[in-house]
């Protein structure tokens, strides 16, 4: 069975759509590959926001000034990262990774307690606090 997807427009089989059982076709409307690279767009748009504004619109680190978007990270100022990944695992209900944190964080209205840092400051940091 062939099915034209809404997103690339290509003409499909359809073991090339996820099954949907609450779908009506039984599929997801948008091939797997398009499906999947919705999904990257939208986790580095969330990643993106959230370092904007905890960078204060420019993004780098806050201690070095370091700017590569790919090593910067969000720093829990309190250092209750573990109490913030205990309580998303207990809501979601499986291990929260980075991009659960980036949309709590703009669900929340992104909240006081947060920072921006380079992966070698954040690492600098962790280790100074034992």
Not at 19 to 48: A, D, M, N, Q
């Amino acid at each position: 069975m062939l099915r034209i997807c809404p997103s690339c427009k290509k003409m499909l089989d359809i073991t090339n759509f996820y099954k949907v059982k609450y779908y009506k076709s039984g599929f997801s409307s948008w091939c797997i590959e398009c499906t999947k690279l919705y999904g990257i767009k939208k986790r580095e748009e969330r990643r993106l926001k959230v370092l904007h504004h905890y960078s204060n619109g420019e993004i780098k680190c806050k201690l070095c000034g370091y700017s590569n978007v790919r090593a910067l990270v969000i720093d829990h100022i309190n250092n209750d990262g573990a109490i913030h990944k205990r309580a998303l695992k207990k809501k979601l209900r499986y291990e929260a990774g980075s991009s659960d944190i980036y949309k709590d964080l703009i669900d929340r209205n992104m909240p006081i307690g947060f920072q921006v840092l380079c992966c070698n400051c954040n690492t600098i940091k962790q280790f100074g606090r034992n």
